[in-house]
């Protein structure tokens, strides 16, 4: 029989970076995603032959400090979490320190150029390789904020990166999906963030198909994206309720309290022709992460289809409440999220639109008989 032996790190480098970084959109994710953390107003997402050739991603946040470069790209280094607890609190959207690791794993290594407020208009030019270590690096000009390149993607994966080129638009359109998401959610959130996303083909002129105002308004992009007649046929939403948090064991009997959340958005309204075929354009969010929550979209349309019975509605919900009260620790691209209370937030949120969509029906009704 074989020996039982401890796997050595460069396997399992390779192992678990293929399990973070699945695809084209998760590498976008994750690159988007510490640019949105490092406090960015202004970023720009550059692919090159739609990500064939290369991804670029640039941004004018804080920068990374001279004393954290060494770290920058090593394996669950992070600066977001310094114990396990820490779970319960985080407010950032990447916490784990594995995504600049794991895409150096994949591309065989990374470029990453940042300056700090009190470095620019000089910059530092850091060459990671495929480990993480930083090897090489050099003064370049450049204002606050990082870029970060990648070139070859999969590359180190022979199979994937086949696959990859075989199916490179269709994996071009997930990643603009999820941009699109984004743009929808965080970047309008908060102080905005002005997003640009273009394409450089192999052959052809540069496209744009994504570029937002940097508004905090979750109108001013829908409008920047779908055009002013996307905002004809919705309405705001933004309503509050409590409820009750679930006992973890059935013997419990005191009283846990409650759970206030706060649903932000927009939504279809409810007339004939207002709504969709297809849930193509249905975003939740929770805290202001793009997220799965196929129960919660399922309340929200059976709900709408009470009013509309043949139509879908466009949804942007984004559900703000406590951090301890949902797990995002749940899978390596975080889309899917355990809400410790899913059941109660279900009836309660049902009641909530149920009532908005009531409430257009009267004015509705009162309007065609003035």
Known sequence: MSTIRAIDQVTINNITAGQVVIDLQTAVKELLENSIDAGATNIEV???????????????????APENHKGIALKHHTSKLSSFSDLDSVSTFGFRGEALSSLCVLCGGATVTTATASMEPKATCLVVDITGKVIKQSSVARPRGTTVS??????????????????????????????????????????????????????????????????????????????????????????????????????QSQDLGSIPIRVRGLMSKFAIGCGRTGKDRQFLYVNG????????????????????????????????????????????????IFLHSEANLIVELKVCVHRIFAALTLIYVFSRLL
């Not at 550059?46 to 990374?64: A, M, P, T």
């Not at 198909?209 to 002013?228: D, H, M, Q, V, Y």
């Not at 349309?301 to 703000?320: E, G, M, S, V």
Request: proline fraction near 5%.
């Open 46 to 64: 550059r692919f090159k032959q739609y990500g064939l050739s290369g991804l670029e991603v640039l941004d004018n946040g804080s920068g990374i």
């Open 150 to 251: 990648l070139t070859k993607l999969f590359s180190s994966l022979a199979v994937r990166r086949k696959e990859f080129e075989r199916n490179i638009k269709r994996e071009f359109g997930k990643a603009l999906a999820l941009l699109t998401a984004y743009a929808l959610g965080p970047c309008a959130s908060g102080t905005g963030i002005r997003l640009t996303v273009s394409n450089q083909p192999d052959k052809g002129q540069k496209t744009t198909p994504i570029k937002t105002l940097g508004e905090p308004s979750f109108r001013s992009s829908l409008t920047a994206l779908w055009g002013n007649k996307a905002e004809e046929n919705i309405v705001d939403m933004d309503f509050s309720f409590e409820v009750e948090r679930e006992r973890i064991k059935r013997s």
């Open 289 to 336: 992460r793009p997220c799965d929550l196929p129960k919660v979209a399922q309340a929200i349309n059976d709900t709408y289809r009470t009013f509309n019975a043949n139509q879908l509605p466009f949804i942007l919900a984004d559900f703000i409440l406590p951090t301890d009260t949902y797990d995002v620790n749940v899978s390596p691209d975080k889309r899917s």
